[in-house]
């Protein structure tokens, strides 16, 4: 499951991955090809309800997760 959000020619990716019961991390996977931009989160709420009734905001999680785990970069 992923996340978009397009603005003129640039395009923003959120990969949403189950992570249950784990810390969640936010990894910054690249810009490929040029003006795509993928990011990756895991987190329990991209589990199939895996936050139930609540009004959880992905704005939130960011705030809340560690800066390395914000900072993280995978090279291809």
């Known amino acids: ?16 991955e189950c992570a249950e019961g784990q810390v969640p991390e936010f990894e ?4 490929d090809p ?3 931009y ?3 989160l895991k ?3 991209a589990c199939w309800n895996g936050c139930g009734h609540s009004t959880f905001s ?5 705030n809340y997760l560690p800066l390395e785990k914000k900072t993280a970069y995978r090279n291809k």
Do not use: P, T, W
């Open 1 to 16: 499951m992923s996340l978009q959000y397009r603005s003129d020619d640039k395009l923003l990716q959120v990969l949403l």
């Open 34 to 36: 040029q003006n795509e």
């Open 43 to 45: 987190h329990d709420c």
């Open 38 to 40: 993928k990011f990756r």
């Open 28 to 31: 910054v996977i690249g810009e």
């Open 58 to 62: 992905s704005v939130y999680a960011l």
